[in-house]
């Protein structure tokens, strides 16, 4: 999946090319490495709450940088009426990724 690959990055996982075909693969610790294909931003909040915490460190909790407030909202739509989902939350993370690296 595309946009895992771009969070990881984001995280500034450690990359390597392997295989006849030198597919990267990402590094989560020292023993477990994932294939974009098997990066699970998308399906674990195990995954994609370090993001949100990541997004919230480079924004430098500014509440007034309306991309971090937008997820904010998410995760809080989430929490209190269950209203969305992680997918809601995986789409708002990528967006503000998005967002983060046209500005840097």
């Given at each position: 999946m595309?946009?895992?690959?771009?969070?990881?990055?984001?995280?500034?996982?450690?990359?390597e090319?392997?295989g006849l075909?030198q597919?990267?693969i990402?590094?989560?610790?020292?023993?477990?490495?994932?294939?974009?294909?098997?990066?699970?931003?998308?399906?674990?909040?195990?995954?994609?709450?370090?993001?949100?915490?990541?997004?919230?460190?480079v924004?430098?909790?500014n509440d007034?940088n309306?991309d971090?407030l937008?997820?904010?909202r998410?995760l809080?739509?989430?929490?209190?009426?269950?209203?969305?989902?992680?997918?809601?939350?995986?789409?708002?993370v990528?967006?503000?990724?998005?967002?983060?690296n046209r500005?840097?």
């Open positions: 595309k946009d895992n690959k771009l969070i990881a990055e984001f995280m500034g996982l450690p990359k090319k392997v075909k597919e990267v990402y590094g989560l610790n020292q023993d477990d490495w994932y294939t974009s294909d098997n990066l699970n931003y998308h399906l674990s909040w195990d995954w994609l709450m370090p993001v949100i915490q990541k997004v919230n460190e924004s430098g909790y007034y309306t971090r937008h997820i904010q998410v809080d739509d989430c929490i209190s009426e269950n209203a969305v989902g992680i997918d809601e939350v995986h789409k708002a990528v967006e503000f990724i998005k967002k983060y500005d840097e």
